[in-house]
């Protein structure tokens, strides 16, 4: 994970805007690179129909998120605009290090930036699309109101200004040339540590 711990393997944190196809893109990658393991994060959001605790979120209310955050055992954290907080565990990151797995973090922009900051072995990968693409994924997936949607377009517009703070920046305008993109950073990290994919 860090410096501290010993581990070779990077941690990929990847990031970007709502609606640039970030969640297709980890599944693919998931798929591919069964020594992957996606940190699963705590959030104080409602579920949604299908979501499973564990697997898609820790679902925690704002109280005991607000608890865990002052002892100091998120590694990075969120508070978003409509509301919402969210944030990843110092200790999910370790249960998936010591079972000997890449770890893999789909966090907001600043978080990854955070992260980075603090993991030596961070490889950081900014998902973007067009902002019409990005509003058009928005309205049709249909689980933000209209404000909620105009709130997301505001702030992907901001995040692109920090794109070229991270090591790697795909364009997910054509999901098969950005999932190989993405498939390719991850293998050439993962080479060195002797961790390849399945043939």
């Known amino acids: ?36 393991e996606l940190a699963v994060s705590a959030t104080t959001r409602p579920r ?10 820790y679902f925690i209310s704002e109280e005991e998120f607000g608890r865990r955050l002052e002892a100091g055992e998120f590694l990075e954290h969120h508070d978003f605009p409509w509301g919402q907080r969210s944030g990843t565990l ?32 961070a490889v950081t990968i900014f998902i973007t699309a067009p902002i019409d693409e990005l509003e ?13 949607i105009h709130e997301r377009i505001a702030v992907a517009r901001e995040q692109l200004l920090v794109a070229e703070r991270f090591d ?8 098969e040339r950005a999932s190989a993109e993405l498939e390719g950073i991850v293998r050439q990290r993962l080479a060195p540590a002797g961790t390849m994919s399945r043939p």
């Open 136 to 148: 058009r994924r928005l309205r049709e997936r249909a689980t933000e109101s209209a404000g909620e």
């Open 1 to 36: 994970m860090s410096s501290s711990t010993g581990s070779p393997l990077p941690v990929f944190v990847v990031t970007g805007q709502s609606g640039a196809g970030k969640g297709t893109l980890i599944q693919r990658l998931l798929a591919d690179f069964p020594q992957l």
């Open 90 to 121: 110092s200790s999910e990151i370790q249960r998936i290090v010591d079972e000997g797995r890449a770890c893999v973090l789909e966090l907001e922009t600043d978080g990854a930036l955070n992260v980075a900051d603090r993991i030596a072995n």
């Open 48 to 57: 949604r129909p299908g979501e499973i605790e564990g697997v898609h979120y």
């Open 168 to 175: 790697h920046v795909i364009v997910n305008d054509d999901l």
